[in-house]
């Protein structure tokens, strides 16, 4: 390696030099111990940088999520009673382990799944960690209500843990959408079973191996498996009380299902197809906000598409639309692709073999279908070891929403690009989409923007800026986006029940028998 | 809508069909469902036919192997009425699909 790669790059985990040290194969994560999977089965867990394996992980099965809910209900009682001061020192304490660790993670996430290490330095884990500080933050000045039903009758409202919960995780944010989910589940006081995702099995465990003595025994457990045995043994189980994911549609209908079967709560997040719209007056001045939409758009590129929010359909007002291109392209053209845990790379490799053949599928379709190829649309073949790696060109299409390449998420760097005449076509096409979970509105004018965004049925349209994740701020989806909300404190109710004690204090019957 | 319609189509690969038949001796009978959105929502997922009764809005699309293939009709719609190819790639499945040890189903439109 040259010489200023060296002072860019960590090493690979496992390697000398390197923040990560890698054992050959984990265990499940149950009842504050390292379990082995009941059946004795591991499977290999593959860097996408690479193609080349890490470790072995535990490919585990029913029996083993029923060793997580024993040792889950087990602990539900006494964490459920413990205080919210105590909860609140032990999200804490978490939240500080994971920023000690910061390089560390950063450098196991990105390695496990491809994305660049800039990224998970900079977001991925410490927006985790903050997401523990603002739940522990949060739930210390929680308060039930008191409703004075009349001078002598009086509604005491709390809120009470619901218990055991399920939580399926994504493999696009390992971490972060781990921390996503654990973290407002167990500050309501619940007990969590994990099942992180197939292709990401692994950074979380080098997360609960910092943790393992910080979280009480059974309050979080972690099971790595397959969707069709550990995730459905999970979904479908009696002794959950709320089973949320995150996925694809068919999984989320799937989990609904099952969550209707045993008549408890299921919040599901399951992607989009989101709009990013530039009104011509961003380009009334040659300036920071100019540049800010530019990197507004780039942003299709960030964790190399593999996002619920990519902003894949940018909607570009036509008056502006040649400029403003030739300024995005310019800057596509700029970005830096290579290893991940190269500090200046800005797009790694895509999360597994599956998903990189499903871009390709997808380009050769956005081809077949008449749009035009503006930059990319190629696997980026590099040299080394990273030849077995799963890189693929930043791309942007020119075509028309009716097009597939526009209709679905392609979960890759493939930007679908057209243009709108006015504000009016601007929404129709911008709510022409089977999704609605994320949404971009740029421009200069408030009010306009402020039209936008009520107009557009996403849960997050964000204005003026675009993928920022701060936890007090609402997540979630319209349509077949799925069903709830994360992030904020509002998340506290998703992973409460609501017990009313209605008491009278007067002493007089009611006079009915 | 579940009933098939003269125009839509699904057809599958060698390899999805013997795929097919040995998840069929391993799970019974089964049955497809073409799944959208997250992660790998471009992938259909395969399952215990009637583990997901199909809805007023599931369109079958044909039969692979003896297995119902659906696919939801506005997605269908949305996508321009495609040809589905049912084939098999390496690697794990995701999601709740049934799969083989390291392989799992793909759809690719039909030429």
């Known amino acids: ?513 | 809508m579940t009933g098939s319609t003269a125009e839509a189509s699904v057809t599958a690969t060698d390899a999805a069909l013997e795929a097919i038949a040995l998840l069929g001796d391993e799970h019974g009978p089964l049955a497809f469902f073409q799944s959208g959105g997250c992660c790998d929502g471009s992938l259909p997922i395969c399952m215990k036919d009637g583990e997901l009764p199909p809805g007023p809005n599931d369109l079958l699309l044909g039969t692979v192997g003896g297995a119902p293939f659906y696919v939801d009709s506005e997605q269908y719609m949305r996508w321009g009425r495609p040809s589905f190819l049912l084939d098999v790639r390496p690697g794990a499945a995701e999601g709740f699909s049934l799969s083989l040890r390291d392989a799992h189903f793909v759809t690719r439109p039909a030429r």
Request: hydrophobic letters at 40%; glycine letters at 10%.
């Open chain 1, 1 to 513: 390696m040259a010489t200023t790669e060296q002072s860019t790059t960590f090493e690979a985990p496992g390697r000398p030099g390197s923040p990560v040290q890698v054992k050959e194969r984990y265990e499940n994560f149950i009842g504050g111990h390292w379990v082995a999977p009941v059946d004795g089965e591991y499977r290999e867990n593959l860097t996408p940088a690479t193609g080349q394996p890490i470790c072995e992980v535990s490919h585990s099965g029913a029996q083993d999520i029923e060793l997580a809910l024993d040792a889950a209900h087990a602990a539900k009682d006494g964490w459920g009673e413990t205080s919210t001061t105590e909860r609140s020192r032990v999200l804490n304490a978490v939240a500080d382990t994971i920023e000690e660790n910061l390089e560390m993670l950063a450098v196991a996430e990105s390695w496990e799944n491809g994305k660049p290490v800039r990224e998970t330095l900079a977001a991925d884990i410490p927006l985790a960690a903050d997401h523990f500080r603002y739940f522990a933050d949060v739930i210390r000045g929680e308060e039930g209500r008191i409703s004075e039903i009349d001078k002598d009758t009086v509604a005491y409202h709390f809120s009470e843990p619901l218990g055991v919960v399920g939580q399926i995780i994504p493999f696009n944010f390992p971490l972060l959408m781990a921390a996503w989910k654990i973290a407002p589940a167990l500050a309501a006081g619940n007990c969590t079973v994990v099942k992180p995702a197939s292709p990401t099995p692994w950074s979380i465990l080098k997360l609960a191996e910092l943790i393992e003595d910080v979280v009480p025994p059974g309050v979080l457990n972690i099971v790595n498996g397959p969707g069709a045995e550990t995730g459905k043994a999970l979904a479908s189980n009696k002794r959950i009380a709320k089973i949320a994911f995150t996925g694809e549609t068919v999984t989320g209908r799937l989990i609904m299902q099952y969550a209707a079967q045993n008549i408890i709560p299921s919040t599901t997040e399951l992607g989009g197809k989101s709009p990013n719209i530039f009104f011509e007056d961003v380009m009334a001045a040659d300036d920071e906000f100019l540049d800010k939409a530019v990197e507004g758009l780039v942003l299709y590129a960030f964790n190399k598409g593999e996002v619920c929010t990519c902003p894949s359909r940018a909607l570009i007002q036509e008056s502006i639309y040649d400029e403003l291109m030739a300024r995005c392209l310019d800057r596509i053209r700029a970005i830096k692709q290579g290893n991940p845990l190269d500090r200046t790379v800005q797009l790694g490799a895509q999360n597994s073999i599956s998903q990189l053949e499903k871009i390709e599928g997808y380009v050769q379709i956005g081809r077949e279908e008449g749009a035009e190829l503006l930059i990319g649309g190629e696997r980026n073949m590099l040299s080394g070891e990273l030849a077995g790696g799963y890189y693929y060109e930043p791309t942007v299409f020119k075509g028309s929403n009716d097009m597939r390449i526009f209709q679905e998420e392609i979960f890759g760097p493939v930007l679908a690009v057209t243009t709108f005449k006015d504000e009016a076509e601007a929404l129709r096409i911008a709510n022409d989409t089977l999704y609605g979970l994320g949404a971009g509105v740029w421009s200069r004018d408030g009010s306009r923007a402020f039209r936008m965004g009520r107009g557009i049925k996403a849960g997050r349209v964000w204005t003026n800026c675009y993928h920022l994740y701060p936890a007090h701020a609402a997540f979630g989806g319209y349509k077949v986006s799925g069903v709830g909300r994360e992030n904020h404190k509002m998340m506290l109710d998703h992973y409460s029940q609501t017990k009313c004690l209605l008491v009278s204090y007067d002493k007089n019957p009611m006079g009915f028998f």
